[in-house]
């Protein structure tokens, strides 16, 4: 029991409950710490209400995904270029620095446009049970992100 309360106790902290306009996060989902660890399906992008992207929209036979190593560093993969840096997480608070990201020319680059604009302002995780993920920064931007399930697909394009 001791080690099951350190746990809990470890990951407090202030919640912004919103994962989507359709999701919620509960209150009994804020005293597990979930690891952003592994590969995540990019779901959606957004600056604000009337900037934003849904990558199965932009294309829906092409998977968007961002894998979050356990050495701190991630890559959001966007189709085209890749994205990668540093994370630091604590609980639900996450800061994401040193980014590099590649700069091919693209058909379409709206996913990694906003990226790069979104990343850079992450301070916490929103979680919906332990598979959707909300990166949220302090004004209305964030990335949502669903963790790969065996069934699907998440391999790096070639």
Do not use: F, G, Q
């Given at each position: 029991m001791l080690p099951a309360f350190l746990?809990?106790?470890?990951c407090s902290g202030q919640k912004n409950n919103s994962l989507s306009d359709t999701s919620h996060v509960s209150d009994t989902d804020n005293a597990v710490c979930i690891s952003i660890e592994g590969q995540w399906l990019l779901e959606h992008v957004a600056v604000n209400d009337t900037l934003?992207?849904?990558?199965?929209d932009v294309d829906p036979e092409f998977k968007l995904y961002a894998h979050f190593?356990?050495?701190s560093t991630f890559n959001f993969q966007t189709g085209c270029n890749a994205i990668g840096g540093k994370y630091v997480q604590t609980g639900d608070s996450i800061v994401m620095s040193d980014m590099?990201?590649?700069e091919m020319a693209c058909h379409?680059?709206?996913?990694e446009e906003l990226l790069k604009d979104v990343l850079p302002q992450v301070k916490t995780v929103d979680w919906n049970n332990d598979s959707i993920m909300r990166l949220n920064t302090q004004t209305s931007a964030y990335v949502v992100l669903?963790?790969?399930?065996?069934?699907?697909k998440c391999v790096e394009p070639k």
């Open positions: 746990l809990i106790a470890s934003e992207v849904r990558p199965a190593y356990n050495d590099l990201c590649t379409d680059m709206r996913v669903k963790k790969c399930e065996a069934k699907v």
